[in-house]
DNA sequence: TTGTAGGCGTTATCAG
DNA sequence: CTGATAACGCCTACAA
């Protein structure tokens, strides 16, 4: 078998009381003694068992990741901030996706019941209300892009709203007439503070709205190719298509070309997210750049707060922000060369 | 406290041992009292301690995933198809990424001990047979995407060097005189394949090759986009230009564009991948279709297989096979509607 | 078919 | 400062 404390202490000389002490820095030791002990704790190539550790301590150093679906770079995104935040702080990190409904994440929270030391729930359909009811014990948990629920959880988001807003405004400030809109998933409340910041914008600037410009999307590219093919056929035709989400984005760039449409001469196109790839596209996406790494990081600072103070603290309520990034998909480029000329 | 199998035990009035054997399914019990416990089980609400079951059992319920980098589609997609074969079987997956070198692979390794029943490493720039030397016990370890070390360890991986010969070949069957690749990351496993599979199908049909038409590159987009710069500069001009991945390739599409080249009239482009945006890019971006997620799967039926047999079994060495994905950006298209008309 | 009891490897609480 | 020893919650011979 794999070499335990007792073994440390025999060859050390000493108790294995003594030597918990000195490996865990719990409790005065000689200097002498503290170095027999970690002498002999090398050289027998010690580990402690983390079965046996996490039975009397009950803490696992590991915290778990939900997350909806595993598609695209954004998720991948989420889990490098996270992986590399966690890693810093010495915490693992188990993750579990796919859950997209309320059943399907109760029961991967109880799956992962004394794994984890918290949870990071990212799900963006989640009704916050239930979830409290049957969460297993006082688990922190933190919510990344969920709807309300302040003062039940922990909850990061990105701004969205402000995003979208700051997004539509440019495109009626470019002199777009006909902006159009590709939702994101129903149900979805990234989705929907997205839409709602785009229908904000309009009001704000009295620009004009109809209920035909807001078309049905995924977050797929697929969705946002259908998208661009419907206002293609819609007279008079919008002049700008604002995706709820690169990916979208990217879609609809591929359907206007199809159609034999410029952009952004006759069309202007922007996403939100600014994914790495949008920069390379033709023409380069207009974005909204969100810091998603960055959301998974402030979501494990988030959780190991809560871890050391047992959940019982002010809950944290933070919104990241979000950038404005101009390429060329919306001609400002060339709004920008007219006025110099 | 939560509740523990004693509670159960003395809610259906019988012993521990007895709800332990009835929730495990091991030894007889009389259906009756099966049912009692069980009805006890689910009114408590009780889940079994995971760290006092490991503890005795010495077996975690999960695996471990050692990557590189967490860039890209390609990750995520690998991360995706292990967490479902891993949740289908009922495992959870921790995840630790960034590691380069063997130095953080083997302290990677070391902090997972105890916590998992089986690794799948990837790691294209592994020394194998050093890797085994100071691995933690009898750990499953599946390797993917790694070179040779087959004996040591199972290994699973991509059929790079065909998928790059029959790219190539395509290429040459297209017509196209001077074909240059842009490589992958040095010392990648991967990349190194990729590149011979192209130099092994240039070899073959007795094309031309020269050194300067195999350019540097790093898997990022940007180094396609500065190797397609590069490659404007040369004359005579390459006529094609195979990217060792799609990430390049779609760098590459941009900088083309920027010089004012035409795809795929002046140079034709392929990458390898088929990440899912490929087929959006203007033109489609033709490439080599690898099933990343169904790799990740395989990882964990082989590591779940290793840990049955207490890894103690045939090696397995196994070859995903690859696809040819013809769109437009190498011609093809163009080619076809030619011999028809 | 069921119960008793020992042990898994640590940590933590006491005495010394 | 150090050493016994009792948990922690579960599984599994071994007995009954």
């Known amino acids: 078998m794999a070499v335990t404390i007792k073994d440390v202490a ?5 108790s294995v009381a003594t030597v918990s002490r000195v490996l865990n820095g719990s409790g005065p030791v000689k200097p002498e003694t503290e170095r027999r002990v970690r002498d002999a704790a090398r050289q027998l190539r010690f580990t402690p068992n983390v079965a046996a550790r996490s039975l009397t301590t009950s803490r696992t150093s590991t915290l778990g990741v939900l997350l909806p679906d595993l598609h695209g770079e954004f998720f991948s995104e989420v889990i490098r901030g996270i992986d590399q935040a966690a890693q810093e702080a010495g915490y693992h990190v188990v993750v579990s996706s796919s859950h997209n409904d309320h059943a399907e994440i109760t029961a991967a929270l109880d799956a992962m019941r004394g794994r984890v030391d918290g949870v990071a729930i990212m799900s963006p359909t989640l009704d916050a209300a239930q979830l409290r009811a049957d969460l297993p014990s006082a688990l922190p948990v933190v ?3 969920c709807a309300d629920a302040r003062g039940e959880f922990d909850v990061l988001g ?5 995003g979208a807003f700051a997004m ?3 495109l009626i400030a470019l002199g777009r007439q006909r902006i159009a809109f590709v939702c994101g998933a129903r149900g979805n409340a990234d989705a929907e503070a997205r839409l709602s910041g785009y229908r904000a914008a309009l009001c704000d600037a009295r620009a004009e709205r109809r209920d035909e410009w807001e078309l049905e999307g995924n977050f797929v590219q697929q969705s946002g ?3 661009a093919h419907r206002i293609m ?6 002049d700008a298509l604002f995706c709820a989400n690169d990916a979208m984005a990217i879609g609809a760039l591929a359907a206007l070309r199809e159609g034999g449409l410029r952009v952004p001469g006759d069309v202007a196109v922007a996403g939100f997210d600014d994914i790495p790839i949008a920069r390379y596209m033709h023409p380069p996406l207009t974005t909204v750049r969100v810091d998603i790494a960055g959301l998974g990081a402030s979501a ?3 959780l190991l707060h809560a871890v050391g103070r047992k959940n019982a603290h002010e809950r944290v309520h933070e919104t990241l922000p979000t950038e404005l990034v101009i390429r060329d998909s919306c001609g400002a480029a060339q709004l920008r060369a007219g006025r110099v000329s």
């Open 158 to 162: 990105i701004d969205n709203r402000g």
């Open 10 to 14: 025999r060859a050390a000389g000493f």
């Open 300 to 302: 494990v600072r988030t």
């Open 225 to 227: 190719y259908e998208a």
């Open 143 to 145: 919510l990344l892009n």
């Open 233 to 238: 056929a819609m007279s008079p035709r919008p």
């Open 168 to 170: 539509t405004r440019h």
